[in-house]
């Protein structure tokens, strides 16, 4: 069974530019959330992909935007990169949107210069 | 709404001494409680979770937890440290029936010496 993977492992960025992160689900599972996790701080709520629906948000501007696509892969996307993104986003994978369960990627690495 | 706060931001122990990490929560319905370990350079672990029934959950590694309602706390235990053990570790919550949205704390980093 193929855990959560996710891609690229580290990024490096300009202020202003845009970003795509990219995340595998695990082998059965229909949903995906997406943290992101700042320096020193506990992983934040960004938003979570249920059958290729946002299934809920957490205090995250527009420009933070996802898609789920019918592997149940997703994609976080960030526009207008601000210093304060950087972080590192890490993405959780559950069978279904009422799972306990959350298995979490090694996560990518931003860093906005 | 929910929150968790982790006492202690540094926790030092020495190997085979007792591992308490603290961890108190607010929730306005009934809370789902979880402990999550993390090692440098890598995602977040499961290493237990509270969900309904007994209030003392035993999870990996030897770890366990208590739900105490009366006290809003969760705390963390492990009988004895090991070296291994030394990771960060984030205590979580998420209300019921909305599982995989989770509200961490900001962590507690173990610190284990010889």
């Known amino acids: 069974e193929t855990g959560v993977t996710q891609s690229p492992t580290h990024l490096i960025k300009t202020r202003g530019q845009q970003v795509t992160l990219r995340c595998s689900s695990q082998s059965g599972h229909n949903t995906v959330s997406w943290y992101q996790q700042a320096l020193g701080q506990g992983p934040q709520f960004i938003f979570q992909?249920?059958?290729?629906?946002?299934?809920g948000r957490g205090n995250f501007p527009p420009r933070f935007s996802g898609l789920q696509f019918p592997n149940y892969s997703s994609e976080l996307n960030v526009n207008a990169l601000e210093l304060d993104d950087s972080a590192l986003y890490l993405c959780?994978?559950?069978?279904?949107?009422?799972?306990?369960?959350?298995?979490f990627g090694p996560g990518t690495r931003l860093t906005v210069t | 709404a929910q929150s968790v706060t982790q006492l202690g931001s540094h926790v030092s122990v020495s190997e085979g001494a007792l591992v308490l990490l603290r961890c108190n929560y607010s929730?306005?319905?009934?809370?789902?409680l979880f402990w999550y370990v993390q090692y440098p350079n890598q995602g977040l672990q499961l290493l237990l979770k509270y969900t309904t029934g007994a209030t003392l959950v035993k999870g990996i590694n030897g770890f366990e937890a208590e739900f105490k309602k009366s006290e809003t706390s969760f705390h963390l235990t492990k009988p004895s440290a090991h070296m291994s053990d030394a990771a960060e570790y984030f205590c979580?919550?998420?209300?019921?029936?909305?599982?995989?949205?989770?509200?961490f704390g900001t962590g507690t980093r173990l610190q284990v010496t010889l």
């Open positions: 929730s306005s319905v009934p809370p789902y």
């Open positions: 979580a919550v998420t209300p019921t029936g909305t599982a995989s949205k989770l509200t």
């Open positions: 992909y249920y059958r290729e629906e946002e299934n």
């Open positions: 959780a994978s559950s069978r279904t949107s009422a799972s306990y369960e959350q298995y």
